[in-house]
T-cell receptor, first 109, second 117 residues
Framework: GNSVTQMEGPVTLSEEAFLTINCTYT??????LFWYVQYPGEGLQLLLK?????DKGSNKGFEATYRKETTSFHLEKGSVQVSDSAVYFC????????FGQGTRLTINP | GAVVSQHPSWVICKSGTSVKIECRSL??????MFWYRQFPKQSLMLMAT?????????EQGVEKDKFLINHASLTLSTLTVTSAHPEDSSFYIC?????????????FGPGTRLTVT
């Protein structure tokens, strides 16, 4: 069935470290792919998206590339900050969104 | 732009009572709204999709008589948890899709935490 698998957390890094959160999906067709972020006590916010193969979504220093051949959409950031501490959700969809289980990221100063 | 609000942000109710949660799109018309449930440290599970002026479409395993959804206008959808029980305690999140722009992303509300005692 359709699903999204994310790297299990929690993930703890030091400030300025390189971040990768893996995401792979199983879907029919070529859905749009998304990364959402949920800061403590807040709702989900769209971080970035890609609508077709080889597209790269980017925002706030985060990037993710839609890889059709590996059905992946890994999230990366070159130098994380304490303010990036949040839960990150990978999702795919067209009419409806299918979410991964979320990855809790903590950045220590 | 694209702000979605929910009310209340948290609610405590007694077992057997009903509680209504509102979801509003503040600066756009939402032809489609979605209701999700999020358990602690888990992902969002889609409960139902509601289109303005029509009946909601519920996901498999979601009791439509227990979770009543009304999408009476292009800016308001409500979720009523009827005869609530402790196992209904959860974080309920709505999202809305801008009907005019045709964009595919959903805009999420801040969520409502329901605790049933």
């Amino acid at each position: 069935g359709n699903s999204v698998t994310q790297m299990e957390g929690p993930v703890t890094l030091s400030e300025e470290a390189f971040l990768t959160i893996n995401c792979t999906y199983t879907a029919t067709g070529y859905p749009s792919l998304f990364w959402y972020v949920q800061y403590p006590g807040e709702g989900l916010q769209l971080l970035l998206k890609a609508t077709k193969a080889d597209d790269k979504g980017s925002n706030k220093g985060f990037e993710a590339t839609y890889r059709k051949e590996t059905t992946s959409f890994h999230l990366e950031k070159g130098s994380v900050q304490v303010s990036d501490s949040a839960v990150y959700f990978c999702a795919w969809g067209a009419q409806k969104l299918v979410f991964g289980q979320g990855t809790r990221l903590t950045i220590n100063p | 732009g694209a702000v979605v609000s929910q009310h209340p942000s948290w609610v405590i109710c007694k077992s057997g009572t009903s509680v209504k949660i509102e979801c509003r799109s503040l600066d756009f018309q939402a032809t489609t709204m979605f209701w999700y449930r999020q358990f602690p440290k888990q992902s969002l599970m889609l409960m139902a999709t509601s289109n303005e002026g029509s009946k909601a479409t519920y996901e498999q395993g979601v009791e439509k008589d227990k979770f009543l959804i009304n999408h009476a206008s292009l800016t308001l959808s409500t979720l009523t948890v009827t005869s609530a029980h402790p196992e209904d305690s959860s974080f309920y999140i709505c999202s809305a899709r801008d009907g005019e722009s045709g964009l595919r992303e959903q805009y999420f509300g801040p969520g409502t935490r329901l605790t049933v005692t």
